[in-house]
């Protein structure tokens, strides 16, 4: 039997799969899941055009998105700005009423 390791990114095809992705890590609010699937998207769009994008290199990419990494808020929100997304607040149902 051969075993064959699984690379998310090379299944990450569509806006939609990538929008699929994301909101699924969202949902889980946990920040070391949610830095892997904005790391697999990244390497599923191509790191070197991304860090060149964020003006970074490549190697300090990878390190800054790894489970090691500590990337800032401006990082995020500015890989999630060249992959084509922003931010969106939603407030949740069942906190509705405390406001």
Same mark, same amino acid.
Not at 2 to 22: F, G, N, P
Not at 49 to 75: C, Q
């Given at each position: *039997? =051969?075993?064959?390791?699984?690379?998310?990114?090379?299944?990450?095809?569509?806006?939609?799969?990538?929008?699929a992705?994301?909101?699924? /890590?969202?949902?889980e609010?946990n920040?070391?899941?949610?830095?892997?699937?904005?790391?697999?998207? /990244?390497?599923?769009?191509? *790191?070197?055009?991304?860090?060149?994008?964020? &003006?970074?290199?490549?190697? &300090? #990419?990878y @390190?800054?998105?790894?489970? /090691?990494?500590?990337p800032?808020?401006?990082?995020? *929100? @500015?890989?999630?700005?060249?992959? &084509?997304?922003?931010?969106k607040l939603?407030? =949740? #149902?069942?906190? /509705?009423?405390?406001?």
């Amino acid at each position: *039997m =051969k075993i064959t390791k699984w690379d998310m990114a090379e299944h990450i095809e569509t806006k939609e799969d990538v929008i699929a992705y994301l909101e699924a /890590a969202l949902e889980e609010n946990n920040t070391e899941l949610l830095l892997s699937v904005i790391s697999d998207i /990244a390497r599923s769009k191509g *790191m070197t055009h991304i860090a060149r994008d964020l &003006g970074v290199t490549r190697e &300090g #990419l990878y @390190k800054s998105l790894s489970p /090691a990494g500590n990337p800032s808020f401006e990082t995020i *929100m @500015k890989l999630l700005n060249i992959l &084509g997304f922003r931010l969106k607040l939603e407030q =949740k #149902l069942h906190m /509705a009423s405390s406001i």
